[in-house]
């Protein structure tokens, strides 16, 4: 077993799965190959055995490189390595080559794990390893002590506003609030499944790996652009739950899922990534009655902190209350509590482990007195629900005015023609900026009739002056909007 000074870490969690349950299922890739909890810590030790014999040092950062549904190689490369005492930095063959380069880099990476179908990334020299021949290593126990303190993984936010920033993840951070016989009677559950479409090789895919370690259900895996392979794999395995962003909700209504596949399993779309639309909401609880819609306020980089509920059609704007263990302020100008109603930065903190940006000034910037200040803007209500207002980067500011752009996308996705939305200020060349949506249509002749139907519902302050047409939305490989190259591309489009 590996020893570990306190508190739970990672490794902590597998075994006690592995011993509690070990024929149950921890993952399902596309209806097709399963781990067990047993193959999962057995095949993990090896690799762990196998990074030790390779001269692998307590805290030495490497690369997991793995790409497409090859969940089960990511999720034994993943163990193995943090069970071995390094941390793991999660690369993917989708990211540009000048980014790996750059993660690579940042991060002090010393060596590869990869994918036996993969060739190491081409600008690393250093030591690579394709799993298979880390598979085959030591079967005894580990003599490796773990700290919850010691760093499991360097993650990277979304890059939507940027370049991605690298925030430090330690053990303590992801096992917070967790007992061990809390595992004991999950075996004795009736088996459920969750459908996970997510991206493999990034800081969403070790969320995953975390989940499948910690919650009963079986997590099932599949392309996160496949929805009609969505609809077989709920109605296969009778799903119950579903981790969706809003690109996929909205691509499952488009391609109209509900009329081919018996979704009527599902209990929950929990969503992430991004604010959903209300509208899109609707729609979903529509083509799935009786299911909920979830979703919440929080940042990787917050985490564990969050602030959840379920989507209340009457408070189609909030996000809830905090969970158990997160403390939330809706801070002023000053960083004191604002009063009911006032707008305000919306900052969260917890007692666990703290993630810490790599850049020592950057986390100076987003942290107080414990407090991770968001950058994310909101009021409360008389409730003490936080009513979500804008991202801070997306917030528009105009002629002392202060538009939500989610406000104004909201509107937009009630109109049938409105496949995607998105609304931002661009600058205009000698005058102040101006509100921009970009719009994809389902009908390119409806743009006259989605004006006017936005101009009815909104007020002269929040109406875009000017519509973009495009066929779909610039967005990251998690599918979430990239505004910046909106904000670009209108800015090359102003009229003269």
Same mark, same amino acid.
């Given at each position: ?26 993952? *399902? ?62 690369? *993917? ?79 303590? *951070? ?137 989507? *209340? ?184």
């Amino acid at each position: 077993m590996t020893r570990t000074a306190s508190a739970l870490v990672l490794s902590d969690v597998l075994e006690r799965r592995a011993a509690d349950d070990p024929d149950g299922m921890a993952f *399902n890739v596309d209806g097709g190959a399963v781990l067990h909890f047993a193959d999962w810590e057995r095949r993990s030790r090896a690799v762990a055995h196998a990074l030790l014999d390779a001269g692998l040092r307590h805290g030495d950062r490497v690369a997991l490189w793995f790409s497409g549904l090859d969940w089960i190689g990511y999720a034994i490369g993943y163990l193995g390595l943090v069970r071995a005492g390094g941390t793991a930095v999660h690369l *993917n063959d989708g990211m540009p080559p000048s980014e790996v380069d750059r993660r690579l880099a940042e991060c002090g990476v010393s060596r590869v794990v990869h994918a036996d179908r993969l060739s190491p990334p081409a600008g690393f020299a250093g030591p690579a390893h394709p799993l298979s021949t880390l598979d085959r290593g030591a079967g005894g126990p580990l003599d490796v002590a773990l700290r919850p303190d010691d760093i499991v993984d360097i993650a990277y936010t979304s890059g939507t506003t940027g370049p991605a920033r690298a925030y430090t993840v330690p053990h303590g *951070n992801l096992t917070f609030g967790r007992k061990l016989e809390a595992f004991q009677g999950f075996r004795d559950l009736p088996a459920t499944h969750m459908l996970v479409p997510m991206l493999l090789g990034s800081s969403t895919s070790a969320t995953c790996v975390n989940s499948a370690l910690s919650a009963q259900p079986t997590s099932v895996v599949c392309d996160q652009h496949d929805v009609e392979r969505m609809g077989e794999l709920i109605e296969q395995f009778k799903v119950t739950s579903i981790a969706i962003t809003p690109w996929i909700a909205i691509q499952m209504l488009a391609a109209g899922i509900a009329e081919r596949h018996d979704l009527s399993s599902l209990k929950t779309f929990f969503n992430g990534s991004a604010p959903m639309p209300p509208a899109v909401a609707l729609r979903l609880m529509a083509m799935v009655p009786g299911a909920q819609v979830g979703g919440g306020c929080s940042q990787s980089e917050a985490g564990p902190a969050l602030v959840f509920t379920m989507f *209340n059609p009457a408070k189609p704007f909030s996000v809830g209350r905090p969970i158990p263990g997160t403390e939330l302020r809706v801070a002023d100008k000053h960083g004191e509590p604002a009063a009911q109603g006032q707008l305000g930065e919306i900052w969260l903190r917890h007692q666990a482990p703290r993630k810490l940006h790599v850049d020592p000034e950057l986390s100076a910037a987003v942290r107080a007195d414990g407090w991770y200040r968001t950058g994310d803007y909101g009021r409360l209500d008389a409730d003490g629900e936080l009513l979500f207002f804008d991202r801070g980067a997306d917030l528009i500011r105009l002629d002392g005015a202060v538009v939500s752009s989610l406000e104004v996308e909201a509107v937009l996705y009630e109109h049938d023609a409105v496949r995607e939305a998105a609304v931002f200020a661009a600058p205009r060349p000698g005058s102040a900026p101006e509100i921009v949506a970009a719009v994809a249509l389902s009908d390119p002749g409806a743009l006259a009739d989605v004006e006017a139907f936005a101009a009815g519902r909104l007020t002269a302050a929040q109406a875009p002056v000017r519509y973009l047409t495009v066929d779909t939305l610039p967005r990251t490989l998690n599918g979430k909007v990239l505004k910046r190259e909106l904000r670009e591309r209108a800015g090359a489009q102003v009229p003269a």
